[in-house]
């Protein structure tokens, strides 16, 4: 069962290059995340999808985009690479109210 | 605004030891409240998930209850074995608005010793 697949697994940008973070989900849920987890900082969201063509900014947005086009991808792009961007980045998906299920995540560092 | 909290952030015992790990969250308004373990290096699975309407949830070793007027959650390992070792996350989804926000807490971080 492949659950939720991020692409890639590791990644080292340079400051001010771009990339995309991949995030598929194979269930058929409606609701997709994108969180980062910094050390000893939890997990914060992103953005977030109630449904394809629906995003939603969570709670730490700013130099993030994220797009919807179906209801199985949730890609979400770095536009200008920073420091602070350095994290390790988690998508997870949801039926509306029952459990998220994660992807094993990327870790990103920006140089 | 929603803040979890977990106590404590880490915990060390030896095998064969029942243990709780507590989770607080100070906006009783939640859909549901949810339980993870992180392996290193790892991404989150999901071990229990107790909706706002239930007082626990059981599945093998683990039992997980929830007070919502106290804005409380506990999570009981049974029995603990050296493979039980992760960080465990609590993690509350908000009412309004549907499930668009699960928000964590920092974790506890549990060694189990043979």
């Known amino acids: 069962n492949a659950g939720v697949t991020q692409t890639p697994k590791f990644r080292i940008l340079k400051i001010g290059q771009s990339m995309t973070l991949q995030c598929a989900q194979d269930m058929n849920h409606n609701y997709m995340y994108w969180y980062r987890q910094d050390p000893g900082m939890g997990l914060k969201l992103i953005y977030y999808s109630v449904g394809a063509g629906i995003t939603d900014k969570g709670e730490v947005p700013n130099g993030y985009n994220v797009s919807r086009s179906t209801t199985e991808d949730f890609p979400l792009r770095l536009e200008l690479a920073a420091p602070s961007q350095t994290s390790v980045y988690f998508c997870?998906?949801?039926?509306?109210?029952?459990?998220?299920?994660f992807g094993q995540g990327t870790r990103l560092t920006v140089v | 605004k929603q803040e979890v909290t977990q106590i404590p952030a880490a915990l060390s015992v030896p095998e064969g030891e029942n243990l709780v790990l507590n989770c607080s969250f100070t906006?009783?308004?939640?859909?549901?409240l949810q339980w993870f373990r992180q392996d290193p290096g790892k991404g989150l699975t999901s071990l229990l998930l107790i909706q706002s309407s239930q007082r626990e949830q059981t599945s093998g070793r683990l039992n997980a209850s929830l007070d919502k007027s106290s804005g409380r959650s506990t999570l009981y390992i049974a029995a603990s074995q050296p493979g039980d070792s992760a960080t465990y996350l609590c993690a509350v989804s908000r009412e309004l608005g549907g499930q668009g926000n699960l928000i964590f807490g920092k974790g506890t971080k549990l060694s189990v010793k043979p």
């Open positions: 997870a998906s949801s039926r509306k109210n029952t459990e998220a299920f």
């Open positions: 906006d009783s308004a939640i859909y549901n």
